[in-house]
């Protein structure tokens, strides 16, 4: 399989070395931390897919709007989305799109609901994936439903690199996506030494990781694992990314002050 997709680019990463931690992730209100290696982050991934297509109906094409901020979670469901064909839609933290599927955060779940969408998923952002409290009726929880769909997957058809993986700011392509991802790992220097940090927040939408979601794909081109940091105070950073071995920080708030050690700045 030649990596001319976000999907190709991923099984390429998985296959380095499954039990490597892919992805360590703070949850900002419990202060808990969650690690998952990228063979459980594919397992996540390969159940997401399922449910896609045999429990919410999707087909090849469909735009799938994930009204979500960055988040374990939501990397998985855009893995997903692009290993099934689907469009994924990232919405603005201040709307959410109309699109055939709707997946948001409780913050947003009723406002999904209110497109019209033919299927609502709504999720808790749980670190460990627990069910929301409270989930109204038609949405479903994805946290209930998704751990009944089978581990492994494997499309019927290849997606094609030509195929419109993402519309947000602009359509893009598979193989745009990959071709920024490319561009950003060299851009960054990355190698497979490294560890990404990328700071996150509640309100933000998956648009912080850029317009063609390279300040996630430029890590998976390199198969290189991610730290996602809520927004901390600043003078607990330096000693958050030396716990973590980061190599690099994306997402530093304005006034951050200067990281010493091998800790480099990315835009």
Avoid at 229 to 245: C, F, K, T, Y
Wanted: with cysteine; charged share 20%.
């Amino acid at each position: 399989m030649t990596a001319e997709t976000p999907w190709a680019l991923w099984r390429a990463a998985v296959s380095t070395d499954p039990a490597r931690p892919f992805v360590t992730a703070y949850d900002a209100d419990t202060g808990g931390r969650v690690e998952l290696s990228y063979a459980t982050f594919d397992n996540w991934v390969a159940k997401t897919a399922n449910m896609l297509l045999d429990g919410l109906a999707a087909e090849p094409g469909d735009r799938v709007v994930l009204a979500l901020p960055v988040h374990w979670q939501s990397l998985v469901w855009l893995l997903a989305c692009w290993s099934t064909g689907m469009t994924a839609v990232p919405a603005p933290a201040d709307e959410v799109p109309e699109g055939d599927i709707a997946v948001a955060d409780a913050a947003r779940l009723e406002a999904a609901l209110d497109t019209g969408a033919r299927e609502v998923v709504g999720t808790s952002l749980h670190p460990l994936g627990a069910p929301l409290a409270d989930c109204p009726p038609p949405a479903m929880d994805y946290a209930v439903e998704v751990r009944s769909y089978g581990d492994h997957f494997a499309p019927a058809v290849p997606v094609a690199p030509d195929t419109v993986h993402l519309d947000g700011e602009n359509r893009l392509t598979g193989a745009d996506l990959v071709a920024a991802a490319r561009t950003t790992a060299t851009d960054w220097q990355l190698t497979a030494d490294d560890r990404v940090a990328i700071i996150t927040a509640a309100s933000d939408s998956l648009t912080v990781l850029g317009s063609d979601l390279s300040r996630f794909l430029a890590p998976v081109f390199r198969a290189v694992p991610l730290v996602l940091l809520p927004g901390i105070d600043s003078a607990n950073l330096q000693s958050r990314l030396d716990m973590e071995r980061a190599t690099a920080l994306v997402g530093a708030p304005p006034g951050t002050p200067a990281l010493t050690g091998d800790i480099r700045p990315l835009s």
